[in-house]
């Protein structure tokens, strides 16, 4: 699947800000202004200004609706989903070159919220999933201590981790583990 560069750079801030969720023992990623100044930082989020806890509540409301479209049981779903928060990010493409990058599209309007923003780009690259027919690549982590989200870019769809690093080659050591175990009986 032949993915455009800011098309995955979307796709991997669309992915981070779902993993930012509480989970079990993981607090909240986004737990305050600071968290949300890094989260946009460190995605190189560009036109974030000063951003208050109204911007907060309205990206952590983008980020649960983004983790709706990963749980979602079919493209039909997924689509509306995608289709009701790009809507509402008010969406006005524009080809743009900016900050030493190659041309490439932005979704949002300008002056856009940092929660439009993200629901505007990252939903568009949500769309472009979908409308390949890969709403499937849409996973979370197979582990069963990790329920992260990822997007399954492998040619064949056959990741099932979030990272083969991590949760991946944990149960792989365990499962040699076992299996040195039960022949040693």
Same mark, same amino acid.
């Given at each position: 699947?032949?993915?455009? @560069?800011?098309? =995955?750079?979307?796709?991997?801030?669309?992915?981070?800000?779902?993993?930012?969720?509480?989970?079990?023992?993981? %607090?909240?990623?986004? /737990?305050?202004?600071?968290?949300?100044?890094? $989260?946009?930082?460190?995605?190189?989020?560009?036109?974030?200004?000063?951003?208050?806890?109204?911007?907060? %509540?309205?990206? =952590?409301?983008?980020?649960?609706?983004?983790?709706?479209?990963?749980?979602?049981?079919? /493209?039909?779903?997924?689509?509306?989903?995608?289709?009701?928060?790009?809507?509402?990010?008010?969406?006005?493409?524009?080809?743009?070159?900016?900050?030493?990058?190659?041309? @490439?599209?932005?979704? $949002?309007?300008? %002056?856009?919220?940092?929660?439009?923003?993200?629901?505007?780009?990252?939903?568009?690259?949500?769309?472009?999933?979908?409308?390949?027919?890969?709403?499937?690549?849409?996973?979370?982590?197979?582990?069963?201590?990790?329920?992260?989200?990822?997007?399954?870019?492998?040619?064949?769809?056959?990741?099932?981790?979030?990272?083969? =690093?991590?949760?991946?080659?944990?149960? @792989?050591?365990?499962?040699?583990?076992?299996?040195?175990?039960?022949?040693?009986?």
């Amino acid at each position: 699947m032949l993915i455009p @560069h800011d098309t =995955r750079i979307a796709l991997e801030t669309v992915v981070d800000l779902v993993n930012t969720a509480p989970d079990g023992d993981a %607090g909240d990623g986004l /737990a305050d202004l600071a968290a949300l100044y890094s $989260f946009a930082e460190r995605h190189d989020i560009s036109g974030v200004g000063t951003l208050d806890d109204k911007d907060l %509540g309205a990206v =952590r409301d983008v980020r649960g609706r983004f983790a709706e479209i990963f749980a979602a049981p079919d /493209a039909r779903t997924a689509a509306d989903l995608v289709n009701g928060l790009v809507a509402a990010a008010g969406t006005t493409p524009q080809l743009t070159d900016h900050d030493g990058y190659e041309w @490439h599209v932005h979704y $949002f309007a300008p %002056g856009a919220s940092i929660a439009d923003h993200l629901a505007a780009d990252c939903g568009m690259a949500l769309a472009f999933i979908v409308v390949a027919g890969e709403q499937e690549r849409l996973r979370r982590c197979e582990a069963p201590d990790c329920r992260d989200a990822f997007v399954d870019l492998s040619r064949n769809r056959s990741r099932r981790y979030c990272s083969s =690093r991590t949760c991946g080659n944990r149960l @792989h050591v365990a499962a040699y583990r076992a299996r040195r175990r039960e022949a040693a009986r």
